[in-house]
C-alpha cells in the first residue's frame, strides 16, 4: 500500500510558479511509476506528468511540456512538480498518483494510489 499526501498549490499571478509535491509513505513508492494529473472547473481530470520509478524517464503532456517539470526523491518518498509560466489554464486540483511497477500510462485508470489533491489558482 502506498498513501499519497500532496502540498504546496496556492494562489499565483500568471507568469509566476509553484512547486508541488506529493510525499508518500509505504515502502513500496520507490517501485512505483509516478504521475500527476490536474481538473479544473467543470472539465474532466487529465494527465499532466508522468516519471519512472528510476526518475530515468520523464512524460509530458503538450499542456505542461516547456513549462513544468516532474522530478522524485525515492530517498525521500517524495515527487515533486515544478510549474513555470502558470497562466490562468492552469488553474485546477493538481494529484499526485502511483501506480506498482516500471511501465508509465497517460491513463487515469491505470493508477491504483491518489492522493486528496491541491488547489492551484493562477490569476491573471
Known amino acids: 500500500q502506498v498513501q499519497l499526501v500532496e502540498s504546496g498549490g496556492g494562489l499565483v499571478q500568471a507568469g509566476g510558479s509553484l512547486r508541488l509535491s506529493c510525499a508518500a509513505s509505504?515502502?513500496?513508492?520507490?517501485?512505483?511509476?509516478g504521475a500527476w494529473f490536474r481538473q479544473a472547473p467543470g472539465k474532466e481530470r487529465e494527465f499532466v506528468a508522468l516519471?519512472?520509478?528510476?526518475?530515468?524517464?520523464?512524460y509530458y503532456a503538450d499542456s505542461a511540456k516547456g513549462r513544468f517539470t516532474i522530478s522524485r526523491d525515492n530517498a525521500k518518498n517524495t515527487m515533486y512538480l515544478q510549474m513555470n509560466s502558470l497562466n490562468v489554464e492552469d488553474t485546477a486540483v493538481y494529484y499526485c498518483?502511483?501506480?506498482?511497477?516500471?511501465?508509465?500510462?497517460?491513463?487515469?485508470?491505470?493508477?491504483?494510489?491518489w492522493g486528496q489533491g491541491t488547489q492551484v489558482t493562477v490569476s491573471s
Open positions: 498518483a502511483a501506480r506498482p511497477g516500471a511501465t508509465g500510462s497517460y491513463v487515469e485508470s491505470d493508477y491504483v494510489y
Open positions: 509505504g515502502r513500496s513508492f520507490s517501485v512505483t511509476t
Open positions: 516519471i519512472t520509478w528510476s526518475g530515468g524517464r520523464t
